[in-house]
């Protein structure tokens, strides 16, 4: 598919043009999804950092840790072949935002959802725009996502109360491609922000961050 084609030839530029170890470090950034509806989708400034370093360190990428902001309905969103979505509230997409958001999922991009705690109706709600005959299914704990450079054995690991309930990984398959992950009842993202922020245990913060990196293997591999 072109977009998938795309994203490679990024890739190749990417790893033929940036010296690994420089200060001028990434010319590839992950990207925070800016979306409708007045959900806080800018939540968690200091976590995209926190998760390009770490990657840079464990995985041997060469990530700006000044991660980039795209519009669901932007044509830029092909740019950034891994997008996280974050936020507490309500998501809304547009029709043609949905469609950009289903053309670049299929053409080989990855979105990653976090729920950041009361968001998970309206982002289903709004997946369901995007990919109205599929649904969110519950991985299975033996998924490749869970077992790329670090091994998850139980799947996603809980990193914030919240309800009190087991952390739960869900995903759409599109041809059978995990196209989306959406992290439920974890909070991924707090574990990868500072340490001062949400004072989580750095037993914890660990956890989040190789999670985090598995997803970020798996959307580059995949």
């Known amino acids: 598919m072109i977009y998938r084609l795309l994203f490679f030839v990024i890739l190749i530029i990417t790893s033929a043009f940036v010296a690994p ?8 950034k992950l990207a925070l999804l800016k979306y409708s509806g007045g ?4 939540a968690n ?3 995209l950092p926190n998760l ?3 990657c840079n360190e464990t995985l041997g ?14 044509a830029d969103l092909y740019n950034y072949p891994f997008v996280h979505m974050t936020g507490h509230g309500n998501v809304v997409f547009s029709a043609a935002e949905a469609e950009n958001m289903r053309n670049y999922l299929i ?8 729920d950041n705690y009361g968001m998970d109706k309206f982002a289903r709600v709004a997946m369901k725009q995007v990919f109205p005959e599929l649904d969110f299914v519950e991985l299975p704990f033996e998924h490749e996502v869970y077992h790329q450079k670090f091994q998850f054995k139980d799947g996603l690991p809980k990193i914030h109360k919240h309800d009190d309930k087991a952390a739960q990984g869900f995903g759409i398959l599109f041809e059978d491609r995990l196209v989306c992950f959406y992290s439920y009842e974890s909070d ?7 340490q001062e922020v949400h004072k989580d245990p750095q037993e914890k913060r660990i956890e ?13 591999e995949q």
């Open 45 to 47: 400034p200091t976590a």
């Open 208 to 220: 989040a961050l190789r999670m985090g990196a598995n997803l970020i293997q798996y959307a580059f």
């Open 61 to 74: 990428t060469d990530f700006d840790t000044d991660y980039a902001t795209v519009e669901v309905g932007s």
């Open 21 to 28: 170890n420089t200060e001028d470090r990434g010319a590839l």
């Open 39 to 42: 959900g806080d989708w800018y």
């Open 107 to 114: 053409g080989g991009g990855f979105l990653h959802i976090d």
């Open 52 to 54: 390009a370093n770490f």
């Open 188 to 194: 991924l993202g707090d574990g990868w922000e500072d």
